[in-house]
């Protein structure tokens, strides 16, 4: 991955913060980068000298079986063998040690892509990919949650998507994310260990499979019945078996094993399952226990974001599971399995251990693992909050967007221009004039991105923002739908009347509806439009910006003292348009739309 160097001009707040961040991060890579040269040298060389110890002790297991008496063969295999278990341990040490590196150097690649304002290619969240609003890029396979997501579970995928989707529903609950965040930077370290903990699993965490499996009964209904069948008929027939043995009773040997073995092997079927199902949560729980172990030392730090892990080490629970399990896995092996369970309830008493483990823990693990999901949330904002923005809005009872020096996130750093602007009654609507390509679009997103990461309560992209609790409504990228047959101007009007509606039921709005009514012709689109306008402008609950070309429909605000005129313009230097990207008041007193032509070649008179 390749980083280009930034150019750093005085366009937004966060300039010097981002340069200082990324410049430490490419630091830690090639520092990260040496130090796994190093132990992956270490790891080849380990790896070698295992194998040739392996080799060499079985020759020497050849030696002293073919020559039991030479007790010097004896004594090297003896002396060789605890050198090469520690050469196994080591190995898988270093492995684990190299494949941590690995994932520390991804984190550290992925946030310095990201504080150049650049986002990750990630495949969108099923669930919610048709929930994907193209105006503002929140979901998607290049948006902010792509920018924002460090989760290691889907469940806790689904709900950062859904949390930046809806948004959260009361104040209360965006006070308490914030506390969460600023808790967590205090230990960033531990927050990010943590989430890279999550990522060492092998297969990806899904904690509703996890769910369903807990539900479901590890035995078969049969299995109570036939496990006292067993303990009874099991220790009758070891001692027929002793007692015939001794000579105590006359009769073939082979006749109680016989018998066990017929009853035995005909109650099988009531645990064939058991591996299965048992395998089944035990290897879906063991992608957590590297994250479990690791928060366990730290409660300090998880006590209220994991209140469940206190005073019990989930880590080991899920050690004796993986024990049980183990046992259940001769199953793997037929003959294996057929003689052991023929000759004793092998089977029946570690599924009734794994099923017994099950019904104990089921409770507090589930409670944990939704515990976990939060967690994951709240990590993934503190990563965010690290590296992109520091910058937690206020939110109070008052309808008001008052921001300081916003810019949009998914623009590059080194081309991002920040703005401000203040909606609280007078005005309650912009009218956005302006040349084409003068970042009217860009601002009006930057302002609907920001509102909504304050609603999922994140961090946002300005110096300062005070807001209230209000979703936002856009009309900027609308589409024509052949299979709903839906023409573009008519499902802008759709769009309209959606934000009308809801003003109208009372529900605070911030609205962004992009060069109103284009679909249609200059007549119609201004009369449409001051109608639009004035209707919004008697609804206390509407705040909101309208962009549009139509400079006719900039005279509506000198009847409104609830609308404004605000414009981008460009200038021209050496026939060279020239943007500054900075809002103004007023309506925009130039055009660019025939220079622009002109510049491409077109023939446009003069």
Not at 341 to 357: D, I, Q
Not at 396 to 407: C, P, Q, T, W
């Amino acid at each position: 991955m390749e980083y280009s160097s930034f150019d750093f001009s005085e366009k937004y707040p966060d300039q010097t913060f981002h340069h200082n961040l990324w410049t430490k991060s490419l630091h830690r890579q090639s520092r990260i980068s040496k130090t796994l040269t190093s132990y992956h040298k270490k790891l080849e060389s380990n790896r070698n000298q295992r194998l040739a110890l392996g080799l060499l002790l079985v020759v020497i297991g050849v030696v002293v079986a073919a020559r039991p008496q030479s007790q010097e063969w004896g004594l090297a295999f003896l002396v060789l063998l605890p050198v090469f278990i520690w050469k196994i341990i080591k190995t898988n040490r270093l492995h684990r040690f190299t494949a941590q590196l690995n994932l520390l150097l991804t984190f550290y690649q992925r946030q310095t892509h990201k504080i150049q304002g650049g986002v990750l290619n990630l495949e969108p969240i099923k669930p919610l990919e048709n929930l994907h609003n193209p105006d503002l890029n929140i979901l998607g396979a290049h948006s902010i949650f792509s920018q924002l997501d460090e989760t290691f579970s889907l469940e806790a995928s689904q709900k950062l998507a859904s949390r930046l989707n809806n948004g959260l529903s009361t104040l209360q609950e965006i006070h308490c994310s914030h506390e969460k965040i600023q808790h967590l930077n205090r230990y960033f370290p531990v927050a990010r260990r943590f989430l890279i903990e999550g990522h060492s699993a092998e297969e990806p965490i899904l904690l509703s499979d996890l769910e369903q499996v807990f539900n479901h009964s590890i035995i078969t209904p049969g299995y109570k019945w036939n496990m006292m069948a067993h303990a009874v008929l099991f220790p009758g027939y070891l001692i027929v078996f002793f007692m015939i043995g001794y000579g105590k009773i006359q009769a073939p040997l082979a006749l109680p094993i016989a018998v066990y073995a017929a009853f035995a092997l005909s109650s099988l079927k009531c645990v064939l399952a058991s591996f299965r199902q048992g395998e089944i949560l035990e290897r879906s729980l063991t992608g957590l226990i590297p994250v479990f172990s690791f928060a366990e030392k730290r409660t300090q730090v998880f006590a209220k974001d994991l209140p469940t892990l206190k005073n019990k080490s989930f880590s080991k629970t899920l050690s004796h599971l993986k024990h049980y399990v183990s046992f259940l896995s001769i199953q793997s092996h037929a003959l294996a399995y057929l003689v052991v369970n023929a000759l004793c309830p092998w089977t029946f008493v570690f599924s009734g251990l794994t099923e017994m483990w099950r019904k104990k823990n089921k409770t507090q693990f589930l409670k944990l693992l939704k515990e976990m999901t939060e967690t994951e949330v709240s990590a993934s904002l503190t990563v965010y909050y690290h590296y992109q923005t520091q910058t937690l809005p206020e939110l109070g009872n008052s309808f008001v967007l008052n921001i300081e020096d916003a810019y949009h996130p998914l623009i590059s750093r080194d081309q991002v221009v920040a703005n401000s602007l203040k909606l609280d009654g007078h005005p309650a609507i912009i009218l956005l004039t302006g040349s084409n390509m003068s970042g009217k679009s860009t601002f009006m997103r930057t302002l609907a991105v920001n509102q909504t990461l304050a609603m999922a309560g994140a961090p946002v992209f300005a110096k300062k923002m005070l807001t209230t609790l209000a979703p936002v409504i856009s009309c900027m990228q609308i589409k024509d739908s052949l299979e709903m047959g839906y023409s573009y101007f008519y499902a802008e009007v759709r769009k309209v009347k959606q934000i009308l509606q809801q003003v109208s039921e009372g529900k605070r709005t911030f609205f962004f509806i992009d060069e109103i009514f284009k679909g249609t012709n200059n007549r119609e689109r201004l009369i449409g439009s001051q109608a639009v306008i004035q209707k919004l402008s008697e609804y206390p609950e509407a705040r909101g910006i309208i962009s549009t070309h139509d400079l006719e429909l900039a005279q509506v605000a000198g009847h409104q003292t609830q609308v404004a005129n605000y414009h981008f313009r460009d200038d021209i230097n050496k026939s060279e348009l020239i943007f500054s990207y900075k809002i103004q008041k007023g309506p925009c007193p130039t055009t660019n739309a025939i220079k622009i032509m002109k510049s491409e070649g077109l023939p446009i008179p003069e």
